[in-house]
């Protein structure tokens, strides 16, 4: 399968502070790069696509101006968690679309794991 | 056995048993299912995937069955191990749509020696 690497893996931060989490596609060129996020015990929750180029797509109930995604270039998308608090503690997760035609399956990074203090 | 509320659901089996690992799922317009293996702090990791025009797909121990009358998928691990102790997730795509997976609940999978 496809590399894909997430930094950091983990990161604690103060509440009210600004956390990045990148992510990198590493085998392929990616226009299209998802965001998940996942609670303990719990499944994963599509946050956002991330679309090369243009603005990233919210699923429901997500806040475009809290969770801010760039996704600036074909192997590169970031995810900023702004003034995070306790309970945007969770566990991240990126995964990368490969090009069309390749496949359709996803290919998911090793996660980060945040916790807002 | 299996618990409910906050925690997966729990599957226990015994080394060198078969494992079932079974999933309802949403949308009678998904074409496209996946099976995930997500280890305790690790992203999930592709197992196997299935097209909605076939019911049946193998790989290496492992076995997809997709029934789209009742909507369900499962997983079938042969001769399971204690490296396949994990969650396993299916997912479901409609192609076209974006290509948006939606996660199924889990299944935490415990293998006993």
């Known amino acids: 399968g496809a590399v894909v690497s997430q930094h950091p893996s983990w990161v604690i931060c103060k509440s009210g502070t600004s956390v990045k989490i990148e992510c990198r596609s590493l085998d392929f060129q990616a226009t299209t790069m998802f965001w998940y996020r996942q609670f303990p015990k719990q499944s994963l929750m599509l946050m956002a696509t991330?679309?090369?180029?243009?603005?990233?797509?919210?699923e429901q109930g997500v806040e475009k101006d809290k969770f801010l995604i760039n996704h600036a270039s074909l192997t590169l998308s970031t995810l900023t968690v702004t003034s995070a608090h306790p309970e945007d503690s969770s566990f991240y997760i990126c995964?990368?679309?490969?090009?069309?035609?390749?496949?359709?399956?996803?290919?998911f990074g090793p996660g980060t794991r945040l916790t807002v203090l | 056995g299996e618990s409910v509320g906050l925690h997966l659901p729990t599957l226990s089996v015994q080394e060198g048993d078969n494992s079932i690992i079974n999933c309802a799922y949403s949308?009678?317009?998904?074409?496209?299912f996946i099976w995930y293996k997500q280890e305790s702090g690790k992203g999930p990791q592709f197992i196997i995937d299935?097209?909605?025009?076939?019911d049946k797909r193998q790989g290496q121990r492992v076995t997809v069955l997709l029934n789209k009358t009742v909507k369900h998928l499962s997983l079938q691990i042969a001769a399971t191990q204690p490296g396949d102790s994990a969650v396993y997730f299916c997912?479901?795509?409609?192609?076209?749509?974006?290509?948006?997976?939606?996660f199924g609940t889990g299944t935490q999978l415990k293998v006993e020696l």
């Open positions: 949308n009678s317009a998904s074409d496209y």
């Open positions: 299935i097209r909605s025009n076939m």
């Open positions: 991330s679309n090369e180029g243009s603005k990233a797509t919210y």
């Open positions: 997912a479901e795509i409609l192609t076209g749509g974006g290509n948006k997976l939606t």
């Open positions: 995964s990368v679309a490969p090009p069309s035609g390749i496949g359709d399956t996803q290919y």
